[in-house]
């Protein structure tokens, strides 16, 4: 008997699994493909024959919309990189494994230095760049803000002139702009979207210690890959670096977010003069709170942050700002009382330490804050110098 009832189990297990392996085998040889291989060359397919073609001849076919869109394409092409990286992980029997990687940068200036997101060259030992022509340069890391996600890297021309970007003013973006995005989505390379700025101001947080500030928001298609490409206005000037998208599904959703070139150009400036980012420190250790959280330690505000520590010697505790005294616990969590609340720095309400970044994202080491925070149960507005933060 336990035979037969094997037997009859394995027969429509063999069915299943035959059915299974036809319904693959009629999807592989009938069913819709997928690109195995996409490759161009600048220019479209018949670019090698057209390498003397008279452009002003094609050019007066073209609206003046296209018109635009091409001569921006044509003139910034060749100053986009496709940067491709390198790096060593391990797997959970710690042997090791490649990883690779890519993104998207710009050329900023004839020396080779160049633009792109920090994520995008993040732990890579080896970094190469792909200019718009093709040729193939290895790269040197010179620094990034991780807090903005800004890096610059280099490449050594030799005495090759190469194609650069011009650098606009973010500041002036006005929502409804065109906007023109270059990049290497999905790895393919120099690929163009057109879209108008959505909005401005936006605070985009993209980690739990990292953020966009005053991101221009986009609609023109940004995928996987464009991280670190420019985004262009119609004079053909970058006003933004492409970082982030809003995506549901994980494909483009009409939301992009840039990351705005002044903050960049101020970026680039600090490392490539001092081989740093000079950034504003204040140097204290905080936990937010709420109005529970205030009620049942007796907190005079209900909401902001309670001061943990201050940095020994650094701007907070110069200026008298104090740290908790005594050590308390909620549930498995500890934590110091005791301490000064901030609720404000320059009237700006601080809710979460990301506040706090953000509070200090456009000052410079030496600038001067107000603090408002409570002591007890006393209002009190404290002046801060701001110092520099130890690394980055």
């Known amino acids: 008997m336990p035979s037969r009832n094997h037997t009859s189990f394995l027969r429509p297990l063999a069915v299943v699994v035959i059915l299974i392996l036809g319904a693959y085998w009629a999807g592989a040889r009938w069913g819709t493909r997928q690109p195995v291989n996409v490759e161009a060359v600048p220019g479209g397919q018949d670019a090698p024959k057209l390498q003397n073609v008279n452009y002003a001849a094609r050019d007066a076919a073209l609206s003046s919309d296209e018109a635009m869109n091409v001569h921006i394409y044509r003139d910034a092409a060749p100053a986009v990189a496709n940067i491709l990286t390198k790096a060593t992980e391990y797997d959970f029997w710690m042997d090791p494994v490649p990883v690779e990687g890519a993104g998207s940068g710009f050329v900023m200036d004839a020396h080779g230095y160049i633009l792109t997101n920090y994520h995008v060259v993040q732990g890579a030992q080896s970094i190469e760049v792909v200019l718009g022509d093709q040729s193939r340069h290895l790269a040197k890391f010179i620094g990034a803000d991780q807090w903005n996600d800004v890096a610059l890297i280099k490449i050594e021309p030799g005495n090759k002139?190469?194609?650069?970007?011009?650098?606009?003013?973010?500041?002036?973006?006005?929502?409804?702009?065109?906007?023109?995005?270059?990049?290497?989505?999905?790895g393919f390379q120099s690929t163009l979207t057109t879209g108008v700025v959505s909005a401005l101001g936006?605070?985009?947080?993209?980690?739990?210690?990292?953020?966009?500030?005053?991101?221009?928001?986009?609609?023109?298609?940004?995928?996987?890959?464009?991280?670190?490409?420019?985004l262009i206005n119609t004079h053909g000037e970058v006003i933004g670096i492409n970082s982030a998208i809003y995506t549901p599904s994980g494909t483009t959703a009409g939301i992009g977010f840039a990351i705005p070139v002044n903050t960049a150009k101020r970026i680039a400036r600090d490392l490539i003069a001092d081989g740093r980012v000079h950034q504003a420190?204040?140097?204290?250790?905080?936990?937010?709170?709420?109005?529970?959280?205030?009620?049942?330690?007796?907190?005079?505000?209900?909401?902001?942050?309670?001061?943990?520590?201050?940095?020994?010697?650094?701007?907070?505790?110069?200026?008298?700002?104090?740290?908790?005294?005594?050590?308390?616990?909620?549930?498995?969590?500890?934590?110091?009382?005791?301490?000064?609340?901030?609720?404000?720095?320059?009237?700006?309400?601080?809710?979460?330490?990301l506040d706090v970044n953000l509070a200090l994202n456009k000052k410079r080491p030496g600038d001067t804050v107000t603090v408002t925070l409570f002591r007890g149960g006393k209002k009190m507005e404290i002046p801060v110098k701001l110092g520099e933060r130890p690394s980055n």
């Open 281 to 353: 420190f204040i140097g204290v250790e905080t936990i937010p709170i709420n109005e529970s959280f205030a009620e049942a330690l007796g907190l005079p505000a209900q909401e902001g942050l309670l001061v943990q520590t201050t940095t020994r010697g650094g701007p907070a505790s110069v200026a008298g700002i104090k740290g908790g005294d005594r050590v308390a616990q909620a549930g498995m969590r500890r934590f110091y009382v005791g301490g000064d609340v901030i609720t404000a720095i320059d009237e700006a309400k601080v809710l979460s330490p």
């Open 161 to 186: 002139p190469l194609a650069v970007l011009p650098l606009g003013d973010s500041a002036v973006l006005q929502v409804g702009q065109k906007v023109l995005a270059i990049g290497n989505p999905f």
């Open 202 to 230: 936006r605070t985009v947080q993209t980690g739990q210690n990292t953020l966009i500030e005053s991101a221009i928001q986009t609609d023109a298609a940004i995928n996987r890959g464009n991280s670190g490409g420019p």
